[in-house]
């Protein structure tokens, strides 16, 4: 039985971490501001005035998925989470995938996060020459340079991490929410412009979409915004009360980005409506960022209102850098607990003796990011790394739904107990586990497909499928996951034997 001080000997700092930073790591985790700039505008031409619901409803899978986060903390506190859980509940082969899909899924996406705080970097100083240009070598660098600082800012504490995001989410959170009720107050004053629109109670209903597979496909989109709140429960063991302070903080982080998502949603959505041409929300010219093209419609042209423009500029960029920084620290500690547990060498293990931190899993994750970025910018004319952010979304659904599915499967004896228990351990994430690997699956097999991204390979030898590059940076790279597996069982069977993680959770110790 893996108890308690098998928990304890990673000799991460303990207690480092209150509910508060733990919530500000959660949130800013998912990058609300980058992400949100990034997806709107897509989801906006799927579906329409429908967007505010699509963007409530994505959050109902993610809120399950934490329950069974919270439910399964509370009985295990490891760092290595899903890798350790997916390996209590359905053996070691799915718990050492799961694992490698959290990595998967990080380093993919730092490629995107780093472009983009280069490149709003450059703008924000008014060099819009370079900052237009994502695959410019002076973008590049900089982003490498932004890489390797906040890999050395996770290198160097937990503490220290928290306390710079504190002052990245802040300056973040206020600008979004200052954005949405400028855009609010000038649609009720009449003064936002010939497409505005009054919000109405008929953008909630769902119905209204025209088809499923647009519905399934809008709702995919959603969910990369929510992505990322599980690093509160990657950190439990250095969070003050590690079995239910990390739980408490991934549902209200939850909570807070739904609040936030839709506030932001409708307030665009009704100052710039969802028009193809000029700021209307479907344009394809700012799919990528729409704060950028509506900004200064918003704040008018005036001195304040040039201030408050460039203020969202260094949102984006605060964004960027604070989910750069949150992205390394739940795959370090991942493959911390790999390390530990003997899934992976043992130099993964290893933890600076002053800072208490990852030494090897940190510096292999940001080193392994900053290769990944180089190569993605010069292949396709930086084309992979726009397919790299729809590829991540079938490993976040992968693991997320392993998640889920573990809570359910684990606590499958206790679910008659109580009312509550059989809802939040089993009914919800079983629902939230279903749906998620649901949506992996199908953004797995869709993304097959030559156009379903900005990329595509031909084989060069019969049948000479033309496949997408999203299918192979998701697919593929979880598929990378089975060799690497199979090597390390044939140089050290403990894990795979079950002998260092045993199946079913541990039993409570008495502290």
């Not at 994750?365 to 004319?381: D, E, Q, R, T």
């Not at 192979?472 to 996951?481: D, E, Q, R, T, W």
Request: glycine content about 10%.
């Amino acid at each position: 039985m893996i108890d308690d001080v098998a928990t304890k000997s990673k000799g991460l700092r303990a207690g480092a971490l209150s509910l508060t930073s733990s919530v500000v790591i959660g949130v800013a985790s998912a990058g609300p501001a980058y992400s949100i700039a990034a997806t709107l505008g897509l989801v906006v031409a799927a579906v329409g005035l429908q967007a505010p619901v699509v963007a409530l409803l994505a959050f109902v899978p993610i809120l399950f998925a934490a329950f069974g986060y919270k439910e399964l903390n509370a009985a295990d506190p490891d760092c290595g989470t899903t890798f350790v859980w997916a390996t209590r509940a359905f053996g070691p082969a799915w718990g050492w995938m799961s694992g490698w899909a959290i990595v998967v899924a990080d380093v993919l996406v730092m490629a995107s996060l780093a472009q983009v705080a280069g490149q709003y970097t450059f703008l924000l100083l008014g060099a819009d020459g370079i900052g237009a240009d994502a695959t410019s070598v002076w973008v590049l660098l900089l982003g490498v340079v932004f890489m390797v600082a906040m890999t050395y800012l996770c290198f160097r504490g937990i503490d220290v991490s928290a306390r710079v995001q504190s002052v990245l989410l802040t300056i973040e959170f206020v600008a979004l929410v200052i954005f949405a009720v400028v855009a609010l107050v000038r649609v009720w004053l009449g003064n936002a412009g010939a497409a505005a629109l009054t919000p109405e109670w008929s953008w909630f209903n769902p119905f209204e979409i025209s088809s499923f597979s647009t519905f399934v496909n809008a709702i995919l989109l959603m969910v990369f915004i929510y992505w990322g709140w599980d690093s509160v429960v990657s950190v439990n063991e250095e969070t003050v009360d590690s079995r239910r302070t990390p739980g408490r903080s991934a549902v209200i982080s939850t909570v807070v980005l739904v609040s936030l998502y839709v506030l932001v949603t409708v307030a665009a959505q009704s100052f710039a409506g969802v028009g193809t041409e000029g700021t209307g929300l479907a344009n394809p010219e700012h799919f990528d960022d729409f704060f950028a093209a509506i900004g200064t419609a918003v704040f008018g042209e005036g001195l304040l209102g040039q201030v408050l423009t460039h203020v969202l500029l260094l949102m984006i960029l605060t964004s960027a850098v604070a989910s750069t920084q949150t992205t390394i620290l739940p795959t370090a500690r991942t493959t911390l607990s790999m390390g530990v547990f003997r899934a992976l060498p043992d130099a993964f293990a290893r933890v600076h003796p002053r800072y208490l931190t990852p030494t090897v899993s940190t510096l292999a994750m940001g080193a392994a990011s900053v290769a990944l970025y180089v190569v993605f910018n010069f292949v396709s004319a930086g084309d992979l790394i726009f397919d790299s952010v729809s590829a991540i979304g079938i490993a976040v659904g992968f693991y997320y739904g392993m998640t889920a599915l573990a809570c359910a499967w684990l606590y499958r004896g206790t679910l008659r107990s109580s009312t509550r228990d059989l809802l939040l351990r089993g009914v919800f994430p079983l629902l939230g586990g279903a749906m998620l690997l649901f949506a992996a699956a199908w953004t797995a097999v869709t993304s097959f497909a030559s156009d379903a991204g900005e990329t595509s390979w031909t084989m060069p030898f019969a049948p000479h499928w033309q496949i997408g590059g999203v299918f192979i940076l998701g697919v593929v790279s979880m598929l990378l996951g089975l060799p690497l597996m199979w090597w390390w069982r044939s140089r050290d069977r403990a894990f795979f034997d079950g002998e260092t993680v045993p199946r079913g959770l541990p039993v409570p110790q008495d502290r």
